[in-house]
């Protein structure tokens, strides 16, 4: 167990909905990712929060937003889902620049 | 897009032998990650290895970096069934801690 807990685990949806994920990081953890794991992309970085401001952006579609609250968990916001949205997304943490830890993933499917 | 490639792409072994899995990068890194990923979960962290180190060892894994290649390769010795699982390199940069995943090496130990 890392520590980092994504609720929820499966998410069935239709394509042009909204969605939320959630993620509490490891206490202490000051910064938290969002990774997207697909087949045909494999694992890419989304986006980066620290102490509640965004850090750094990565591949991340104009439809997904993420925020970082003040009690440090962050949320994934996926909207007008598309088929090719389908994928595990995973939210990692870490206290500074070194080892990131990872929760279990969202298994997000779009219909 | 992935940093580097992994080689290789699938590795099938008996119980008991070495398994050696080898990651290529493209950029100058900070650091350097191995995860471990059970067929649809998390990723678990496994070890860093930090650009100014050449060898770490954890138990059973031995982890190299050679930055003038800009690679580096991970050995699990004495595998067992339980290592079967996919492994993944993931390279920070010195711009930010986001992380590049390769594509990962499929290993399979059979008993």
């Known amino acids: 167990d890392s520590g980092v807990t994504q609720t929820p685990k499966h998410l069935i949806t239709a394509t042009g909905q909204r969605v939320t994920l959630r993620c509490s990081p490891r206490?202490?953890?000051?910064?938290v990712y969002w990774y997207q794991q697909s087949l045909d992309q494999g694992l890419q970085f989304l986006i980066q929060?620290?102490?509640?401001?965004?850090?750094a952006k990565g591949n991340i579609l104009e439809r997904f937003s993420a925020q970082q609250f003040p009690d440090l968990h962050s949320e994934l916001n996926l909207s007008s889902l598309e088929l090719g949205d389908s994928a595990l997304y995973f939210c990692a943490s870490s206290v500074g620049s070194g080892t990131q830890y990872f929760g279990p993933g969202t298994r997000l499917t779009v219909l | 897009s992935q940093q580097g490639e992994e080689d290789p792409q699938a590795l099938s072994i008996q119980e008991g032998e070495n398994a050696t899995m080898n990651c290529s990068y493209k950029t100058s890194i900070n650091n350097l990650q191995w995860y471990r990923q059970n067929s649809g979960r998390g990723l678990v962290h496994l070890i860093l290895i930090r650009s100014n180190e050449r060898e770490k060892h954890s138990g059973r894994l031995r982890v190299t970096l050679d930055t003038s290649k800009k690679s580096s390769s991970l050995l699990i010795t004495a595998s067992r069934a339980a290592d079967t699982a996919s492994y993944f390199c993931a390279t920070a940069g010195n711009a930010g801690n986001m992380l590049t995943f390769g594509g990962g090496t499929r290993l399979m130990v059979k008993p």
């Open positions: 929060y620290y102490n509640g401001e965004e850090r």
């Open positions: 206490s202490g953890d000051l910064s």
